[in-house]
């Protein structure tokens, strides 16, 4: 035996250093050591299931390779063992004789990354091997077929020329296509993946080869996708597409219309009944709805990869609650299981059926459905609120100080704006029905009446309507988990968001403190903007430690410049006349072309970011984003830290021009510090010191310190 097929057969804990171990079923070695796809192969092979034989070259081996720039020899030594363990189990020759092996080249994190790393199916091909598959299937046209393919896919995946020459030789191209998929891992797009996925501590990925089977052998087979439970509703049923003759990402890379799973149930019906049965095994072993990869050669079933699916919110919810009745979960695992944002979904109301004109008609910003009487101002929103009044809040346009009159609203109106207005984003982010965009003059019309606001229609109506209520079943799942929970169905959002941010230490959850003194200008102008704000937030923001700005709101409020409510600090009149003495002689003292030039630099990014976060929150004008799909939400947190990236010679001129906001450029960093930690909270809640309520903030300020009014700037399409 040689010292390579020695490190490829020991497959036990003291086998910890083998660079290749075989996925015959027995591998002891955990998901950071073989990554996922290789773990989820050796899983199946362990419970009995139909799986091509597959080895895993590890992350310690790309460690290695990432350090030498080349594979070690002790590394390809087992990696040829590897590929005389797949001769023996599939009775195939590598890259020749008669009957030739070839195989598949993919790479595999201890952490999915969806698209982010490079494959290379097909491997072994050559001229040769072309021939000899036509000939031992009397199928030119498939040798033909799979030979185009792996050339294709060889040509862009390792030379990088869709041109480029591939070689004849198999262990030239087996090579390079293990080093082409290492290296993916540093790839541009992989690094923007992890680091906006909060995986900057990822140790690399490890390269299963695995013996090809074939999709495009005959009319016999073919691709597909599994679910083991609708992935839109979670219902207990078995959801998934067929194409017949397809091979390797066919069915989901949107090239071509796959079938129903009920056609390949009429095709292959012993094929189609060992995967719903091999689904049912991997669903009771994952404890989870599982997404199944598999192909049919030729009649016979092969399962690809099965790992945990993506789904929508209803289905999260479904999910969860039926698993634990099933016994898979336990109730606090049901609760991980779900997130506040979910469940906002999923109790949205239902558009209702009208008669009539309504009142007001504008774009739809935030779906859902809510009746009240309609308020201007957000003190009154907020005290009738309090009172237990029922409000709609309308204004021609909103700022970052209408949050407290915002939150306290069932739902919010405006004027003027579009699908990215600052009432849009914030209205989507704290669910509350939103329409905007209803022209000028709707306010005075409306105010003093009872409304039901339809945000997902965009229009506004006379009284109080009715909409089609939330369907049972989905009352029903909810009120199981806020049973468990201990809360009414109500406040089950409200628990699981103060769950999430519970799960960060104070350190995470706040910049670093150094300012020691804090001005009144500086503390009086960040009240102004927010509204109402609580010490810790107004902490977050300056910089400053709790304790301080503590002892300052105290002195303010005792000074008659500040009145102390249950919810924060917030200007009283003679606090606002203050603060505009302090902004007008700071603005003398600005350089006022300079501040103008760096607002209307500042200008030509604000679109950018409020595109950003509409797709954060809606997929399109009828979608809300329920951050199931990971591939969207990474490329959309993608844009932002581009953005942030690109932005900030700007933040630096700014706090050049006005020493106050040089503060905003550690603001920006610690949101962004957050998303790429993985709390998605920090991209837009209006609660956090997130990168929108940050952004938003410095346009209030730049627009403060240019001496312009707000209003004036909401006509010009600046500040909406």
Request: aromatic residues 4%; proline residues 4%; glycine residues 10%.
């Amino acid at each position: 035996m040689t010292a390579g097929a020695e490190l490829v057969e020991r497959n036990d804990e003291a086998a910890g250093a083998a660079p290749v171990v075989e996925l015959d079923g027995t591998c002891s070695l955990s998901r950071e050591r073989i990554g996922g796809k290789a773990w989820s192969i050796n899983r199946m092979r362990a419970l009995g299931l139909s799986v091509p034989p597959a080895f895993v070259i590890t992350i310690d081996a790309w460690a290695d390779f990432s350090a030498q720039g080349v594979i070690g020899d002790d590394v390809w030594a087992s990696v040829r063992a590897g590929i005389a363990a797949l001769e023996r189990g599939t009775g195939r020759a590598f890259g020749s004789g008669t009957r030739p092996l070839l195989v598949s080249v993919r790479s595999g994190a201890a952490v999915s990354m969806p698209g982010m790393m490079d494959t290379v199916l097909n491997l072994g091909m050559n001229e040769a091997v072309a021939r000899a598959l036509a000939a031992e299937s009397g199928n030119a046209t498939y040798a033909a077929d799979t030979r185009e393919r792996f050339r294709a896919q060889y040509s862009e995946t390792v030379l990088g020329d869709p041109a480029g020459a591939v070689p004849e030789d198999q262990w030239e191209q087996l090579r390079a296509a293990i080093s082409a998929v290492f290296r993916s891992w540093d790839s541009p797009r992989a690094r923007t993946y992890r680091r906006n996925r909060g995986m900057s501590g990822a140790p690399g990925t490890a390269v299963t080869v695995q013996a090809m089977v074939f999709g495009n052998l005959d009319e016999k087979s073919g691709t597909g996708v599994l679910f083991s439970r609708d992935p839109n509703t979670g219902e207990r049923a078995m959801f998934g597409e067929w194409l017949a003759g397809g091979q390797g990402e066919d069915v989901v890379s949107g090239r071509t219309t796959p079938q129903p799973l009920d056609e390949l149930a009429t095709l292959l019906p012993q094929a189609h009944g060992q995967l719903l049965a091999a689904a049912e095994l991997l669903e009771r072993d994952g404890r989870d709805i599982q997404d199944i990869e598999f192909t049919v050669e030729s009649g016979v079933l092969w399962l690809l990869q099965s790992r945990p699916a993506k789904r929508s919110a209803r289905a999260a919810v479904r999910a969860a609650v039926a698993m634990a009745d099933e016994g898979f979960i336990g109730a606090e695992e049901a609760l991980g299981r779900v997130t506040a944002d979910q469940v906002r979904a999923v109790l949205r109301p239902a558009t209702a059926a009208y008669t009539g004109a309504p009142l007001a008609r504008g774009e739809s910003a935030c779906p859902g459905l809510a009746a009240g009487v309609v308020v201007t101002d957000p003190h009154e929103a907020e005290r009738r609120a309090e009172a237990g009044e029922d409000v709609i809040l309308a204004r021609p346009t909103t700022s970052p100080d209408d949050l407290h009159g915002m939150i306290a609203a069932r739902a919010i109106v405006t004027e003027l704006g579009g699908v990215t207005s600052h009432a849009a984003l914030v209205g989507r982010e704290i669910g509350r029905p939103c329409v905007v965009g209803c022209g000028p003059g709707v306010v005075e019309g409306l105010v003093g009446q009872i409304v039901t606001v339809d945000g997902g229609a965009g229009t506004v109506w006379p009284g109080r309507v009715e909409g089609r209520p939330v369907d049972a079943s989905t009352l029903a799942d909810v009120g199981r988990l806020a049973d468990w929970a201990g809360v009414d169905v109500g406040g089950l959002a409200a628990w699981l968001d103060a769950r999430a941010t519970a799960t960060s230490t104070q350190v995470d959850a706040e910049p670093a403190t150094t300012v020691t003194k804090v001005p009144d200008l500086d503390l009086l102008r960040l009240i102004g903007i927010k509204g109402r704000a609580a010490h810790d937030a107004l902490a977050a923001g300056l910089g400053a430690a709790a304790e301080t700005v503590t002892a300052r709101c105290e002195e303010l409020v005792a000074a008659g410049r500040c009145a102390a409510t249950p919810i924060g600090v917030r200007l009283t009149a003679e606090g606002r006349q203050h603060l505009e003495g302090l902004l007008a002689a700071e603005r003398r003292d600005t350089d006022r072309a300079a501040i103008a030039s760096v607002y209307a630099e500042f200008c030509s990014f604000n679109g950018d970011l409020k595109n950003i976060v509409t797709a954060w929150q809606m997929k399109d004008p009828a979608t809300v984003n329920d951050h199931a799909d990971a591939d969207y939400d990474g490329a959309v947190l993608a844009r932002l830290t581009e953005l942030h990236r690109t932005v900030q010679p700007l933040l630096r001129r700014i706090g050049e021009v006005a020493p106050r906001l040089a503060r905003y450029t550690a603001r920006f960093a610690h949101a962004i510090e957050r998303i790429a930690a993985g709390d998605h909270s920090w991209v837009a809640r209006p609660v956090l010191d997130s990168f929108h309520t940050v952004w938003f903030e410095l346009h209030e300020d730049l627009i403060g310190l240019c001496g312009l009014s707000r209003a004036d700037e909401a006509a010009a399409g600046r500040a909406h």
